[in-house]
């Protein structure tokens, strides 16, 4: 009962932070569905949380009267990670393997004896493009042999 009382007063947590709009059922009202954002969540002492739905007044719920597997959200859509970076396109990658020859730009070394690696010559986090002209060939330990502060 204690591992179940954390489970949803972690998943109602979350639920808060993220502004989600979810659906739950109440045990005690012969499993009540729910449907709201939290509002505002009280989760020491007497835990509860308030859930504003469409009716006009915020619906008061105490957390050991929600079913734990009924809180769902409601069309909810992960956010994007806007600090994801994709990898260069395969054809892209070929492409500028092929114009520089399969060589390292720094030190010389041709594969298939190395392990070759295309890499930006202004770093992404410095605003560098995926350009042909700002993408070089190196191998694994020239490009690890650096960084970002070019």
Do not use: W
């Not at 008061?60 to 909810?76: A, Q």
């Not at 994709?86 to 594969?111: H, N």
């Amino acid at each position: 009962m204690e591992k179940e009382l954390k489970k949803t007063n972690s998943l109602l947590k979350f639920y808060y932070k993220e502004k989600v709009d979810i659906k739950l059922k109440i045990k005690s009202m012969e499993n009540l569905l729910v449907k709201g954002i939290i509002t505002r969540k009280n989760l020491i002492g007497k835990k509860y949380v308030v859930l504003k739905g469409n009716e006009k007044k915020p619906i008061k719920i105490f957390t050991e009267d929600i079913e734990l597997y009924s809180i769902v959200p409601i069309d909810y859509e992960k956010k994007e990670n806007k600090n994801k970076r994709r990898s260069l396109p395969a054809a892209l990658r070929y492409k500028i393997l092929k114009r520089d020859r399969f060589t390292c730009q720094a030190c010389g070394a041709c594969g298939p004896d190395v392990q070759l690696e295309v890499d930006h010559k202004i770093p992404v986090s410095k605003g560098g493009t995926e350009d042909d002209s700002n993408l070089t060939t190196l191998c694994i330990d020239c490009n690890r042999g650096k960084s970002d502060t070019q």
